[in-house]
């Protein structure tokens, strides 16, 4: 009988952009395979590759404490409908509740600790107070045996283990990895250099500095294109608003163009990638730019420098400073030759650490040193 093995997610856009491929080789692998998300835009996209979706009322954003025991009854009700062997657990909240139902029904469990999101970011008195109550969650879920955890990055690694988050001994994985057939890294052919920021419009993400770094080199005289790649995000606190983006647009310093699907297509369109983010587990954004053979600035905060190797690959400035982030823009800008070094050596970087293949096997070594737990 085929071991049983339950993904619990709370965005299914999410999923498919970072952990579809290793469901798909998981259900190749002889494993019975059933994705628990809500029933947002892209849970079609879980049936269309194959896979079982089942609803989940686990949202991402505030749904009241009502709404909160909801969920975890309904995950626990789940765990006795589905009898997982085995539960994978992504991003925070189905880690936290995921956790404590397989820890309640025995049930062996991997958990994906990426981004740790802007309760980690903001240092205002009530992120704190949020701060230690997310630690004790954790702690409480994963602080057992059969729970394995996956880090991105050192810095979240050590954080957990500082909170005594810990049992088993947890895997370093460098990102989701990316299918590096679907990118072409011959360089772009633009009139003027084209720089593009490909991520959810969040203030977190560094959009606001992006857009006052363009309107300084703007104001420098530099000749480039600065394009916003990503929607806003409501559920999340960071979201900017809609108006303010067609706001940017409407000025002329920046471009933005919304959501891209494509982004291959999007990336082999642009020269640099900017990344200004506050924080990241280990940014996908990155990790296609690489495979994309394209030079990056990005900020130098944790994930972000994990995802580069600088000086060789892409540019590291100062956080949350505008300034810092022209000048690395400008770099870049004005020197093609160091921009397309970048980029080559981005592509090697993707080739040796970010190949899709490479993080499906340590997905599926890790899926089976759990179920002997």
Known sequence: ???????????????????????????????????????????????????????????????????????????????????????????????????????????????????????????????RLLRRIALLGYRMAMNRPGLFPIFQNRDNLALFREAGALHEEPTLMRGAGTDLADFDPAPADNAVPRLILPARMLYAKGVAEFVEAAKLLQEQGIEAEFVLAGDPDPANPASIPEAQLRAWDADGVVRWVGYRADIAAALKEADIVVLPSHNEGFPKTLVDAAAAGRAV?????????????????????????????????????????????????????????????????????????????
């Open 1 to 127: 009988m085929a071991e049983r093995l339950l993904y619990i997610v709370n965005d299914a856009g999410f999923f498919c952009s970072h952990r579809l491929p290793i469901a798909v080789a998981a259900q190749a692998e002889g494993y019975d395979v059933a994705v628990a998300c809500p029933n947002d835009a892209g849970a079609g996209r879980i049936a269309e590759a194959g896979l079982r979706h089942i609803g989940l009322p686990l949202g991402r954003g505030k749904i009241g404490p009502l709404g909160e025991v909801k969920a975890l009854h309904a995950l626990d009700r789940l765990f006795a409908r589905f009898r997982p062997d085995l539960a994978h657990l992504i991003t925070s909240k189905p880690i936290i509740y995921g956790g404590l139902v397989s820890r309640r029904r025995k049930v062996p469990a991997v958990a994906a600790v990426s981004g740790l999101g802007h309760v980690f970011i903001d240092e205002g008195a009530k992120a």
């Open 297 to 373: 600035v990005t900020n130098d905060v944790t994930g972000c420098r994990d995802a580069i190797v600088p000086g060789e690959t892409g540019l590291l400035v100062a956080p949350r400073d505008p300034h810092s982030l022209a000048a690395g823009m400008r770099e870049l800008t004005e020197d093609k030759a160091k921009r397309l070094a970048f980029g080559a050596a981005g592509r090697k970087l993707a080739e040796e650490h970010y190949a899709i293949e490479a993080i499906v096997a340590q997905h599926l070594d890790l899926y089976r040193k759990a179920l002997r737990t």
